[in-house]
């Protein structure tokens, strides 16, 4: 796999995926956050809070903002193909959901995780969310109609040595896979939403932060950078 570095606005922070175009939220001093975006033309253009919130929520994140406890950037975000969005951020055990009108629909406070906090969040049709605990070594999905656990890859461990898991900082879903990079042993794993089967894609020489496919490109975030990936067509 080729990586072609982007910028290096996203090392400190993550990119969440709007129309046609990447947002960053970049933590460079600490605090307060900066925003960028880049379209196909890859060209890193910077953006006010407002831009960025609009662009990954959609026109009602003014009215979602106005109920979420914390700023739209602080959490990772998720949407269902009828427009549902859901919240969720590691300060908080809770999940937010809301509908296409911006609505509330769930304020969950779930009880899986053995105390780890969540760091990711991902949606599965029909009524399923996968969540990321590094500390746990651990990626579990729930059901949000029994809301309880129906599967996991990792046993919410202490400790830092496990397999095949080490502290998955994110998670993505695309083409009926879960992908699962992880900063710990630097590998990306695949996993297949209906055998439930995981593969190992490859072992980068970085640390990597999360990996994402979008209609301008596959992205990987490391410590150094957002990097395009292009992938073997061998």
Known sequence: MKLTKITDKGKTGNFDVGQGEILICSWNDGANPDFYAFDNSKIIKQVNEEYFAKA?????????????????HNYRITKSNNGEIYFCTFQEGII???DKLGNSILNWNIEVGEGHPIYDIKYQ???FL????PTGQTVTQVCLTSRKE???IGEYSWDDNC?????PESIFIGDNNLYIPNMGNKKLFKVDLLTKNIDLITTFEERIWQYGETEIGTFLVTDTGIYELEKNTE
Do not use: Q, R, T
């Open 56 to 72: 990954v929520v959609g026109e009602n994140h003014k009215k979602i903002a106005e109920i979420l406890p914390e700023k739209i």
């Open 150 to 152: 129906v599967f996991k």
């Open 96 to 98: 937010y959901g809301f």
């Open 163 to 167: 397999e095949p898991l080490s502290y």
């Open 130 to 133: 996968w969540l990321a605990f």
């Open 125 to 127: 049709e029909p009524d």
